[in-house]
Antibody, heavy 125, light 112 residues
Framework: DVQLVESGGGVVQPGGSLRLSCAAS????????INWVRQAPGKGLEWVSV???????YYTDSVKGRFTISRDSSKNTLYLQMNSLRAEDTAVYYC???????????????????WGRGTVVTVSS | EIVMTQTPLSSLVTLGQPASISCRSSQSLVHSDGNTYLSWLHQRPGQPPRLLIY???ERFSGVPDRFSGSGAGTDFTLKISRVEAEDVGLYYCMQAARFPYTFGQGTKLQIK
């Protein structure tokens, strides 16, 4: 089965750190574009970051300098290191693959076709 | 940052009747590669989102053909030809033409 499974969430004080994991099975994380998307309680979806299969990374402005996306191909896992956490970072964090295929070739283009079930991060004193 | 604006934010629809959601972007979503990266996702309570439509009108595998997407440039529409009970939940448009990717606020679809 192809799936993504997030872990690592929890309760942390403001200013603290957490590392989220997105473990992949049935696909290799280093051959796909994988994103982090978060959803604050009762709110909409917010894109956080992506790692391209090339290793290039991109972030939304509110997390730049605080969050770092990385991967370990030997563990087939994507990570999100979150430092200097703020109350507004409280959310369910999802990892999601971006992929669509056409004519036998697959591309990235906002087609978030595979999602994990999410991990909950709560930043509170 | 591209702002995505959905209307309506809430929709009450009778089973079997059509539904339509509009999504407007603050800038053109035409990417430098010529593609327009506008997607639609559906989220039921307590579940992760699931992809319905990508590249304006491409239906994702397994999505019923009562769902269709259309539009160009900055104006896009998701249509459900005949609403079924399983269609309730939140619908989001999303642009991936430029970083940061951004979502609309979400439209809540309920059955009348």
């Amino acid at each position: 089965d192809v799936q993504l499974v997030e872990s690592g969430g929890g309760v942390v004080q403001p200013g603290g750190s957490l590392r989220l994991s997105c473990a992949a099975s049935g696909l290799a994380v280093n051959t796909h574009y994988i994103n982090w998307v978060r959803q604050a309680p009762g709110k909409g979806l917010e894109w956080v970051s992506v790692m391209y299969k090339s290793g290039n990374t991109y972030y939304t402005d509110s997390v730049k300098g605080r969050f770092t996306i990385s991967r370990d191909s030997s563990k087939n896992t994507l990570y999100l290191q979150m430092n200097s956490l703020r109350a507004e970072d409280t959310a369910v964090y999802y990892c999601a693959r971006d992929r669509y295929c056409s004519g036998g070739t697959c591309y990235a283009g906002g087609a978030f076709d595979l999602w994990g079930r999410g991990t909950v991060v709560t930043v509170s004193s | 940052e591209i702002v995505m604006t959905q209307t309506p934010l809430s929709s009450l629809v009778t089973l079997g009747q059509p539904a339509s959601i509009s999504c407007r972007s603050s800038q053109s979503l035409v990417h430098s590669d010529g593609n327009t990266y506008l997607s639609w996702l559906h989220q039921r309570p307590g579940q992760p989102p699931r992809l319905l439509i990508y590249k304006i009108s491409e239906r994702f595998s397994g999505v019923p053909d009562r769902f269709s997407g259309s539009g160009a440039g900055t104006d896009f529409t998701l249509k459900i030809s005949r609403v079924e009970a399983e269609d309730v939940g939140l619908y989001y448009c999303m642009q991936a033409a430029r970083f940061p990717y951004t979502f609309g606020q979400g439209t809540k679809l309920q059955i009348k």
